[in-house]
């Protein structure tokens, strides 16, 4: 186990495995858009900006998730150390900024640390700054997108493994979807590694709608956004101003979804086509399902996990699993 406030200073590596297809992407996009529910892949809500924008989210008033997981975690930092045991690699899935990883490193004292996004600028200088911050620790960053594969280089340990996978965006994937992430997940522990995972809970859509449609319109911001980025990348021709968030619960699939809906008839056209939007029609950008905690533990058993703990905060909104592969 190293120091990790030893000075000898380390350079971090960069695997950048996701590369984008231009003409797969388009294609994508457009079958998208011309589905009956037209919908949009939430990884594209993740572009320089959009990655920006939603670390504002995280600390808006509205917006429980980030710190009650925090909460969760530093109250409960020693027993989460000491069932994680010794962590020679910290995979931080989803790792944005890093910042949420890097608020473990104290306890669980990782030799390595893999930090794992899609957004590979951001990640870049996510990576420039925690290295400055932490000489000593090796830093082993894959520009990824692990939502429907994980690919990990030979640099990164083989034993240890500790996945992290905050902030409940195992949410984002349909319940079937999220149970084959969780299998990918532990196909690639190693023996004597685990899961590390934080799960938003259902309640009230009182408490639950605002932390997706805030007073200050940042999660708007952050929504609509995705025009922005398709029209760079599928040269649509949005424009902003025809387009207004939508935050909703929808309580028979027990989830919170995202929409941009038409303000009035309009009509978008890009090189491969068009779509002409009736007013108030949308198109689903995201969704963010909530787990009572005895069901998320059984699809982390479904999934072959083992010794499945959780910890929660005094008002039960937020579930930390963890779970041995």
């Known amino acids: 186990m190293h120091d990790i406030l030893d000075t000898q200073a380390a350079a971090p590596r960069f695997h950048q495995t996701f590369h984008h297809d231009a003409a797969q992407t388009r294609a994508e996009l457009g079958r998208g858009l011309l589905a009956a529910q037209a919908t949009i892949e939430p990884k594209f809500l993740y572009d320089e900006l959009g990655s920006c924008l939603f670390s504002a989210v995280t600390h808006l008033p509205e917006y429980y998730p980030t710190r009650t997981e925090a909460q969760i975690m530093a109250r409960h930092a020693g027993d989460i150390a000491q069932r994680a045991g010794n962590v020679q690699t910290l995979i931080d899935l989803g790792a944005g900024d890093c910042a949420k990883a890097e608020s473990l490193f104290p306890t669980l004292l990782p030799q390595q640390y893999v930090p794992v996004d899609i957004s590979v600028d951001y990640l870049r200088a996510a990576v420039r700054r925690l290295q400055a911050a932490h000489p000593a620790l090796e830093i082993v960053a894959l520009g990824q997108d692990f939502s429907h594969a994980i690919s990990l280089p030979d640099d990164v340990l083989d034993e240890g493994r500790l996945f992290f996978y905050p902030g409940s965006s195992i949410g984002n994937c349909a319940p079937a979807q999220a149970l084959a992430m969780l299998r990918r997940i532990r196909a690639h522990c190693s023996a004597g590694g685990g899961l590390l995972i934080g799960v938003d809970r259902l309640k009230s859509p009182q408490i639950l709608v605002p932390a997706y449609d805030d007073a200050l319109q940042v999660t708007a911001a952050f929504n609509r956004n995705l025009l922005l980025h398709l029209n760079r990348i599928l040269d649509t021709d949005f424009q902003l101003e025809d387009w207004r968030h939508v935050a909703r619960f929808n309580s028979a699939e027990s989830r919170i979804e995202m929409h941009l809906q ?3 008839r309009v009509t978008v056209c890009w090189p491969e086509g068009e779509r002409e939007f009736a007013a108030g029609e949308s198109i689903h950008t995201e969704n963010s399902y909530k787990y009572r905690p005895q069901a998320f533990a059984a699809m982390l058993q479904e ?17 930390v699993f963890h779970a041995r592969a």
């Open 262 to 264: 038409a303000a009035a």
């Open 303 to 319: 999934a072959g996990y083992r010794d499945i703990e959780h910890w929660t905060d005094t008002n039960g909104w937020f579930s």
